[in-house]
């Protein structure tokens, strides 16, 4: 739609945390006002896109909703709608967490939304779609973006590493990548850790002990002891697995994890296989 000029005034991405709602409402504001002209693959070296990069680009208004909920603020906000851009194509508008705004700013946004300056263009973040004003949403342009799974975190987190020199074991980034629960921003806080954690390196044993998991063989030790119904087994393993400091939180969850792939491979063999 950008390579053929097809722009509307307002943009909506939704998704959970951390998945790039706002990278890419920052790739978007350097795609429509980069030096080259309007593109869906902007430069990133002039100096609209350098300064977009840095945060400092004067025709980026970027609000975070959270802490500003009140009309008075959103109208402020809106009041210089009016005046074109100062050096950009657009001015470009990017609400983070839209959804905080109260009543009357979503009115007072409506107004500008119906009838916006052809200069003017609106980027919505938010994690709670459900919670905007259908009138809203009715006139963004609507792009809900999905949890990333383990693979795709871990082969970007990969990526990274290679890039950084950083040496790393693939079975410790597969263990960030499932920490991370789908977000690619706390991936990456937690791959920074794991290289304090490591001296440098990320390693599988650092990175359990870090997190507060265990490798999977304790966990097929202690499951293996209670299917046996073998009491002193099964209390030696839950002694031995409280010496090694785990979040009890997070291995009943696994163990809880590692019972329904159990169930699934024997009602559903198929799936397994997919999962890989």
């Not at 030096?35 to 300064?51: K, L, W």
């Not at 945060?55 to 603020?73: C, Q, Y």
């Not at 210089?80 to 508008?93: C, E, H, I, L, S």
Request: glycine letters at 6%.
């Amino acid at each position: 739609a950008l390579d053929q000029g097809r722009l509307h005034h307002a943009y909506l991405l939704s998704g959970t945390r951390g998945v790039g709602k706002t990278t890419i409402a920052r790739i978007l504001a350097k795609s429509l006002n980069c030096e080259q002209g309007i593109s869906s693959h902007p430069c990133g070296v002039c100096d609209t896109c350098r300064e977009i990069d840095q945060g400092n680009f004067v025709d980026l208004l970027e609000i975070d909703a959270a802490s500003r909920t009140k009309v008075e603020d959103t109208r402020e906000l809106l009041d210089n709608v009016q005046y074109r851009p100062a050096r950009g194509r657009f001015k470009v508008y990017l609400i983070d967490e839209v959804h905080m705004l109260s009543r009357h700013s979503f009115n007072a946004l409506l107004k500008t939304l119906e009838e916006p300056p052809p200069y003017v263009k609106f980027l919505l973040a938010t994690t709670d779609p459900q919670k905007l004003p259908i009138t809203i949403l009715s006139r963004c342009l609507q792009f809900h973006l999905k949890s990333l799974d383990q693979t795709q975190i871990a082969k970007q987190l990969e990526w990274v590493l290679d890039q950084e020199g950083q040496p790393f074991e693939p079975r410790a980034l597969l263990a960030l990548a499932k920490a991370a629960d789908g977000s690619m921003r706390d991936a990456l806080s937690l791959t920074d850790q794991a290289l304090a954690h490591g001296n440098g390196s990320v390693r599988l044993e650092s990175v359990l002990a870090m997190l507060g998991t265990l490798d999977h063989r304790h966990l097929h030790q202690l499951l293996e002891a209670i299917l046996r119904q073998d009491a002193p087994a099964t209390m030696a393993k839950i002694t031995e697995i409280a010496t090694l400091g785990p979040d009890f939180d997070q291995l009943h969850a696994e163990l809880e994890g590692l019972l329904h792939r159990i169930a699934m491979a024997q009602l559903l063999p198929a799936s397994v296989q997919e999962q890989g």
